[in-house]
């Protein structure tokens, strides 16, 4: 039965996710909100619901080590597996900006979010306060410094000229499919944990967060498909440092995230950053400055290790 709960759970969640996207996006256009606010901001956060519903369900529930690790492995998940997956359908040639620009902020929110989560094994109110002032920043710093690099175009693929009702309709029935899902995961989720013997943790960084990145695969899949390379890496970098930021923040504000696992410091997080840095080399390595084949399948054989060692 707990299988069932946690396969139903992630079903409601791809669900609530795909709905609450289309009708988020919707909604921003029908406000006149430019498409590059749009791009940069409510396509990363819409396609993060899932990691901050199950997040603070998880805190609010009294179960911390999922709260934590869903974030910490959907991050991984993002960058190992699911740019891994892109990168084989189709190598994607990325500008001078990635490694200038995304992947340094990347790398300096990464490194923010493991000294908090470590410096005292608590995530408070104050951590949260600080996380979300750095989110603005981020925020302020993409609508100052590179509000030209997302074109009109590279959100068609999302939108359609939607009623207000429909919209609402959406917006709705996401969000209620996204709790309903969250609270069968995680409950499903502990059970199951208790019942053969493992940690909370490791059913968080691997079951739960790869259903919470899903949106995300489904998302980059669709922009390839329409030829939109550049939003696919771009939704997956801004998903995770809104994951670190906004999902985390928020979530201990809420409720403060105590007594944690010490695995997420001595193993889980090293992993995070590790292949968040590879990405560079990855990309250096090819002559053309390119994400191909080759690094795609060294990203899924790392995730799986990852997964493997777990277990």
Request: charged letters at 15%; aromatic letters at 12%; proline letters at 3%.
């Amino acid at each position: 039965m707990d299988f069932i709960a946690i396969f139903i759970g992630l079903v409601l969640l791809i669900k609530g996710g795909e709905l609450l996207f289309d009708g988020s996006i919707a909604f921003s256009l029908k406000l006149n909100i430019p498409k590059f606010i749009v791009g940069m901001t409510v396509v990363s956060i819409a396609t993060s619901a899932p990691e901050f519903i199950v997040s603070i369900q998880a805190a609010l529930m009294g179960y911390p080590d999922l709260a934590l690790g869903n974030v910490i492995g959907s991050n991984l998940a993002n960058i190992a597996l699911v740019l891994g997956i892109i990168i084989i359908i189709t190598p994607i040639k990325v500008d001078k900006l990635f490694y200038k620009n995304d992947w340094p902020v990347m790398m300096i929110v990464t490194s923010i979010f493991i000294f908090l989560v470590s410096k005292d094994n608590y995530l408070g109110k104050t951590d949260g306060i600080i996380l979300l002032l750095f989110l603005a920043f981020y925020f302020s710093y993409l609508f100052v410094f590179q509000r030209n690099r997302i074109d009109d175009s590279e959100i068609n693929s999302f939108t359609t000229n939607f009623p207000f009702f429909k919209i609402l309709s959406l917006m709705f029935f996401g969000s209620f499919f996204l709790w309903l899902g969250s609270e069968v995961l995680i409950k499903g989720a502990v059970n199951l944990a208790s019942q053969i013997g493992i940690s909370e943790r490791i059913i968080s960084v691997s079951v739960i967060a790869f259903g919470t990145s899903i949106p995300e695969l489904s998302t980059s899949i669709i922009a390839i498909i329409n030829k939109e390379k550049g939003i696919s890496i771009g939704n997956l970098i801004g998903s995770n440092i809104i994951d670190m930021l906004g999902v985390i923040g928020i979530t201990v504000i809420l409720a403060p995230i105590t007594n944690l696992d010490q695995e997420f410091i001595n193993n889980d997080l090293i992993w995070m950053i590790s292949v968040a840095f590879i990405l560079l080399p990855l990309l250096f390595l090819n002559k053309k400055l390119e994400f191909g084949r080759i690094e795609g399948i060294i990203l899924i054989v790392v995730y799986v290790v990852f997964i493997s060692k777990l277990f």
